[in-house]
């Protein structure tokens, strides 16, 4: 568990209540963002075990009891982890919430045998890229065809 000032992050079962309100915040936020919405057909979600141990994880971002963010990493061959899912609620953002799920998400990784990480993302998440990028992340080729993405970043975690 990690444990901020005001927050903390820790390991949640994804299909569990609060990971499961936590989801919906992030699919209404993605809704309300895009131009024409967001359509989860459209997203192709991984299997819900994609996000468990042994070949991931799920983490949620508490403030005293309230589920305010979460962050998902799924392995795939090669020691490439995946963060997906990462979300802060609009009443946390500037309180470092973000950085510090990004950094729980990667030594997750490192944790599972990951030697780098990748993520995409939509042009409208602005604040996503600058913290991805501020963060070491690099852009990179689209490595899925995930209808809503038009960035995708790589770091190294050596």
């Excluded at 936590?22 to 057909?41: C, H, I, K, Q, W």
């Amino acid at each position: 568990m990690t444990k901020q000032a005001s927050f903390t992050i820790e390991p949640e079962p994804v299909d569990s209540p609060d990971a499961q309100r936590a989801l919906a915040r992030y699919v209404a936020e993605l809704d309300r963002r895009f131009p024409g919405g967001f359509d989860t057909s459209r997203a192709a979600p991984p299997a819900r075990h994609d996000f468990a141990p042994p070949a991931g994880a799920f983490l949620v971002v508490r403030v005293e009891e309230q589920v305010l963010g979460c962050g998902a990493l799924r392995t795939e061959p090669g020691g490439v982890g995946e963060i997906r899912r990462m979300w802060i609620a609009p009443e946390l953002r500037g309180r470092g919430a973000g950085r510090a799920l990004l950094a729980a998400l990667e030594d997750q990784a490192r944790r599972l045998g990951c030697d780098r990480v990748r993520l995409d993302t939509a042009a409208e998440l602005v604040e996503a890229r600058r913290l991805y990028e501020s963060a070491g992340y690099r852009q990179i080729p689209a490595y899925n065809n995930n209808a809503y993405a038009q960035f995708w970043y790589e770091k190294s975690l050596d």
